[in-house]
């Protein structure tokens, strides 16, 4: 399911228009991507976290060259879902 799918989904079911589904989808991936650039974390408890992890600074490799590299060290989004939705999808 795409983001355009997603907004389909949540008009039909939740009986909005459109415009209505994809402006809350959209303002809730920017609420989401806004906390975790402060550096907080998002709890939708039952479906899961959203958080920032630091990925510390390593040496890899350059694929083509097979030289080594230096890489960075980088904030990465993190999702760990909750048992809610851990236990819908067994089912």
């Known amino acids: 399911m795409n983001k355009q799918e997603l907004i389909g989904e949540i008009a039909d079911q939740a009986g909005l228009s459109r415009s209505d589904a994809s402006r809350a989808v959209e303002t809730m ?14 709890r939708l408890v039952g479906f899961g976290n959203f958080s920032v992890t630091e990925r510390k600074a390593s040496t890899g490799r350059n694929p083509r060259t097979g030289e080594p590299m230096q890489i960075k060290a980088s904030m990465q989004p993190k999702f760990r879902p909750g048992k809610v939705l851990k236990d819908a999808v067994q089912k």
């Open 29 to 42: 991936l920017e609420v989401i991507t806004d906390t975790l650039k402060r550096g907080d974390e998002v």
